[in-house]
């Protein structure tokens, strides 16, 4: 990997049609973004393509990405996941955060004591929820990322600040 951060955007689920369109899953706030960024490489970074949206079905949006043009060629990106370097990303305000920059912080509660790291970051539509494992943890522990919950997330100090709800991490 380079000298810049990269980041998952998306993911090929499948070819779409006969033409070479592709079924895409965008990791984007506004999925749409994901052809807003420019070309789009491969984890190993031996492919990139240009993408440009054609539609959308129910769980995905439908897209042509450059060089892929029958459903052979789309069908065989089937799980390839879609890199961009970080820095193309805009900047957030300052309570909004990109989840690849939350993984591998520190968690410690109100006192300081360490609760473990986040391992990584999950969105089922109700708000993101901090996967947080570590030490003297049977199970990995969700904690609702919220400002009640997490009152202080410190990114050039890596580490967060949490307020769990009572009797979520053992202790």
Known sequence: MSGAQRLCVGAVAGAYGVQGEVRLKSFTATPEDIARYGPLSTEDGTRSFEVTLTGRTQKALTARLSGIDSKEAADALRGTRLYLERDRLPALPDDEFYHADLIGLEVHDTGGAPLGRVKAVHDHGAGDLL??????????VLLPFT???????????G????????GLFPG
């Open 131 to 140: 996967e947080i494992h570590g030490p003297g943890l049977a199970a990995s």
């Open 159 to 166: 580490r967060i600040v949490a307020d769990p709800p009572e």
């Open 147 to 157: 400002h009640d919950n997490v009152p202080t997330v410190d990114l050039a100090a």
